[in-house]
Structure formats: structure tokens, C-alpha cells
């Protein structure tokens, strides 16, 4: 090492002679048990620090890229949920065109109706069919019929209303309403509003 080297290097040791003097002194007047503890200190401190460091330069950016990659497999699990709904979605609107441009003009709400009431065996319940004409839904005439079944068991109810839901058509029940009649306790009168969405 040239002397201009230590000449630039004489700042700091003659720092490190200042403060180190009086701490080997310091260290000299220690007993011999002193020096132990005081060893096992330094020892404990240094192991802090090198810990501190190792965490600091590698666990820090391991452990943030371990929380990236979960929140993005996350984020994957999550889009392909919302792909699957989507595709569920598709699958509803395809099926629901499927039965607009299979269903004829000529279909009648009220004669399929009456025909499974037949295969349902409560066509001589029916007591009453009221159509009428509803605001289109996106664009197709939308139709519905209030019946009145009267004198109707419940196992035969539900039979019914079962046929119409599994229907090949666009029909829902929007409301139902069930009263026990007061003569034959084991019977039911029945109103139900079927509704019906027609090609146009």
C-alpha cells in the first residue's frame, strides 16, 4: 500500500485508535467472567445483525414475491370463475334463443296450459283462464294467464307446476297463491299466473 493510500486512510484509523483505546482499557479492568458475558453479548449482537441483513437482502424479497405469486394465482382462480359464470350465462341465452326461433307464431299459452292440466289430471279443476296481453320484453310479446284451479289435491298441484317449469317454451310462474277450502280440508284452491315470452 503506497503512502499516499494511507495518507488518505489516517482520518479513520486514527478515529478507531481514539475509540478503541479506552475500550481496551475498559476491557483489561473486566474480570475473567465479565469477559465471557460480555463476549457472549458481542457474540449475540453480531448473530442479530447478520440475521437482520440476511433478512433484509433475501427473505424480504422471497417472502414478497411468494405474496405476488399467490395473489396472482388468486386473481386466476377468480377469472376463471367469472369465465365459467360467463359461459353459464352463454349457455342460458343460447338455450333461451334456441326455444324462441323453435317456437312457432301459432303457439298458444292457454292451449298448452289446458293440456297439461290434462296430463296433470286437473283439467276438471280448472275453473277459470284469463289471458291478457303484457309490455314486450325485449322486443317478443309477452303473454300471461291467470288460472283458478279449484278443488285440487296438492300432490297433483305440484305436478302441474312442475310441467310447466320443465316446459320447451319460455314460461315462468310470476305468482301463486293457495287456499285450504273450508268444506274439504284436504283439497286446494289454486291461483296461478303463468307468463309467456312468443317470437314475434
Known sequence: MTERSLARFSPLFASLKKYSIPLMEKWEKLTPRERVLSSILLLLGAIYLVSLLITTLFLDPYEEAVSE?????????KATRMSTHLRQI???INKRSHLLSSDNSGFSLISYLEQEARHSQISKSVSQM???????E???PSVMVSLHLEKVDLAHVLIFIAR????????????IS???????????DVRLDVQSIQPS
Do not use: M, V, W
Open 69 to 77: 405469486d399467490a395473489s396472482l394465482k388468486e386473481e386466476i382462480k
Open 90 to 92: 352463454q349457455a342460458s
Open 130 to 136: 284469463t289471458p291478457r296481453n303484457l309490455p314486450s
Open 138 to 140: 325485449g322486443g317478443y
Open 164 to 175: 310447466i317449469q320443465r316446459a320447451p317454451h319460455l314460461l315462468r310462474i310470476t305468482h
Open 178 to 188: 293457495l287456499e285450504r277450502r273450508f268444506d274439504q280440508h284436504d283439497l286446494l
